[in-house]
């Protein structure tokens, strides 16, 4: 898909780049997550953990589009990198914590939407990640291409993370070969 990038994307993007950082999500990924958070119910919840600078969370607000009524909490370890996230205006409906999302995960409540982009979460403690999903509440992890990591405790790592998102009974799951490699996963309970 070429459409322009949403001019608040493009920012984030830029301050990407210029700090360096090389892990924000791809456009794709991006542009999942955008239509997710237009399909989140009246007063509902996202959860993001692995703030990064913050090219997730303008996607996650680009969906959004003028919406007010949703809450927007997002999940970063890294002081310098949350500080670079932060170093720009955002809306008072989004909520920076600091620490570790496999720790805060289970103290933040439920979700309707999860983007579980951080190891903490999702390589550890992925079963609070999928407990904090509403019903019908829906999980997105990415980077699950095998292809594209040499580290092998990396990749036995995503194994597992795999097999439990597609053979967890509480969730349906779907894997979209697009991108770094998505599992999208709805909780069905
Ligand atoms: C893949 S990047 C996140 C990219 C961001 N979600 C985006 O879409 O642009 C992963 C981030 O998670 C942070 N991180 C690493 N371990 C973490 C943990 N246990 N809890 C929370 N954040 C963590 C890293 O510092 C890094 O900024």
């Known amino acids: ?96 914590e600091r620490g570790d999302g496999a720790e805060l995960v289970g103290e933040l409540g439920q979700f309707d939407l ?3 982009d951080a190891p903490g979460g999702k390589l550890s403690r992925l079963q609070s990640t999928i407990e904090a999903l509403r019903p019908r509440g829906v999980l997105v992890v990415d980077d699950m291409d095998l292809g594209r990591h040499d580290d092998p405790e990396l990749r036995a790592a995503l194994v597992v993370a795999r097999e439990q998102l597609v053979t967890h009974p509480d969730l349906i799951a779907a894997e979209i070969h697009a991108a770094s490699g998505i599992v999208l996963a709805t909780r069905r309970r």
Request: glycine share 10%.
């Open 1 to 96: 898909m070429d459409a322009e990038l949403p001019e608040l994307v493009v920012e984030a993007y830029v301050r990407s780049e210029a700090s360096g950082f090389r892990y924000s999500c791809e456009t794709e990924v991006g542009r999942l997550l955008a239509a997710l958070a237009a399909a989140v119910p009246p007063e509902g919840r996202i959860l993001e953990l692995g703030t990064g600078v913050g090219v997730g969370l303008a996607w996650l607000l680009h969906g959004l589009g003028n919406r007010t009524d949703v809450e927007v909490v997002t999940v970063e370890l890294d002081d310098d990198i949350q500080e670079i996230a932060t170093s720009t205006p955002w809306p008072p409906f989004i909520r920076f």
């Open 114 to 116: 999860i983007f579980a």
